[in-house]
Structure formats: C-alpha cells, structure tokens
C-alpha cells in the first residue's frame, strides 16, 4: 500500500482518516475553554485598540470597556468564533 493511502484510508474499514482527524482538530478549537481565550485576547485587543484613540475612550465612556466582558462571550462568537 502507498504511503498516501496509508495516511488517508484505514485498510481495514475503509474510513477516511484525514477526515476524521480534521473533525477531530476543530472539535478541540471549539472547545469552551478554548473559545473563552479567543474571546478574552479578543477583548483586551479591541480595549488597547480604544483606548489608543479620543474617539474609542469617548466610545468606552459611552458604551463601557471590552474588558468587562471578559470571560463571558456571545452566542454568536461562541458559534463563528
């Protein structure tokens, strides 16, 4: 058997290994703890990013800081994200 084979089928049953280990690799990035640090880098990286400007520490004062919603992600990011 050729080596792509190899790494591709399982010989005895026949299933698509790449598949199952992609499958397997973005079940482990949609993990909970996994999406909260996105979430948090996501957070502290868009407050750095406000707070760099007038404009973002008007929007701050306004709106409130990312950072308080560390820890604590939206459904839609918990989704897509």
Known sequence: ???????VINEMDSTNCAMDT???AIEA?????????RWNKTC???SN????????????AKHGDPIDQLNNPTD???KWG
């Open 1 to 7: 058997m050729g080596q792509f084979k190899k790494m």
């Open 29 to 37: 990035l949609r993990a909970d703890d996994k999406v909260i640090a």
């Open 44 to 46: 502290v990286a868009q």
């Open 76 to 78: 839609a990011f918990r």
């Open 22 to 24: 992609a499958i397997q």
């Open 49 to 60: 990013q406000m707070n760099a400007t007038a404009r973002g520490r008007h929007f701050i």
